[in-house]
T-cell receptor, first 115, second 115 residues
Framework: DAGVTQSPTHLIKTRGQHVTLRCSPI?????VSWYQQVLGQGPQFIFQYYEKEERGRGNFPDRFSARQFPNYSSELNVNALLLGDSALYLC??????????????FGEGSRLTVL | GNSVTQMEGPVTLSEEAFLTINCTYT??????LFWYVQYPGEGLQLLLKATKADDKGSNKGFEATYRKETTSFHLEKGSVQVSDSAVYFCALSDQRGSTLGRLYFGRGTQLTVWP
């Protein structure tokens, strides 16, 4: 079975531009979460979507937005890019909502470089 | 608030050495605790978890015990192998909302094992 797939794997943008990152969850998983991992640090939570509804949002500015489609795939959008947005963006999917029974499955990430 | 503190890396060991990676946490409510591993070129993978105090998570020879009195979840392995070389992340999930998607990660500890 395919795992969590993300695209693109690498991309380079300039300050002020917009970027869209895409994620396809594992088949049957209805929850998708997005994380930002800056070099040398642990992943930081950006958003969670479940059944196409936003279920959680981390401490990120409004330049960051996301959505989930009827097939449970998801997009992360970042507007007005800043140098500090350079990071690895991780998508994770899960079958369950409960931390007691569920497990997060991560994709390999999209590496964004902002020049 | 919720946070995780991991020991600074990198950690370099010889094959068959004993491994400890320290992790302490601060949390509201009753968190679940996780260790994730990131092998070179791959996405984050769940290594083990514990959902309540005194639980011991174990997998692939790794163990960690949920210690509420010391707010710790230290990762141990009795005899490391070269194939264990990876970055290890300690994480917690706030149980109050019972929402799996939001994890709080430590900064990660790079482990290198030499033959």
């Amino acid at each position: 079975d395919a795992g969590v797939t993300q695209s693109p794997t690498h991309l380079i943008k300039t300050r002020g531009q917009h970027v869209t990152l895409r994620c396809s969850p594992i088949s049957g998983h209805k929850s998708v979460s997005w994380y930002q991992q800056v070099l040398g640090q642990g992943p930081q939570f950006i958003f969670q979507y479940y059944e196409k509804e936003e279920r959680g949002r981390g401490n990120f500015p409004d330049r960051f937005s996301a959505r989930q489609f009827p097939n449970y795939s998801s997009e992360l959008n970042v507007n007005a890019l800043l140098l500090g947005d350079s990071a690895l963006y991780l998508c994770a999917s899960s079958l369950a909502l409960s931390a007691n029974t569920g497990e997060l499955f991560f994709g390999e990430g999209s590496r964004l470089t902002v020049l | 608030g919720n946070s995780v503190t991991q020991m600074e890396g990198p950690v370099t060991l010889s094959e068959e050495a004993f491994l400890t990676i320290n992790c302490t946490y601060t949390a509201t409510g009753y968190p679940s605790l996780f260790w994730y591993v990131q092998y070179p070129g791959e996405g984050l993978q769940l290594l083990l978890k514990a959902t309540k105090a005194d639980d011991k998570g174990s997998n692939k020879g790794f163990e960690a015990t949920y210690r509420k009195e010391t707010t710790s979840f230290h990762l141990e392995k009795g005899s490391v192998q070269v194939s264990d070389s990876a970055v290890y992340f300690c994480a917690l999930s706030d149980q109050r909302g019972s929402t799996l998607g939001r994890l709080y990660f430590g900064r990660g500890t790079q482990l290198t094992v030499w033959p």
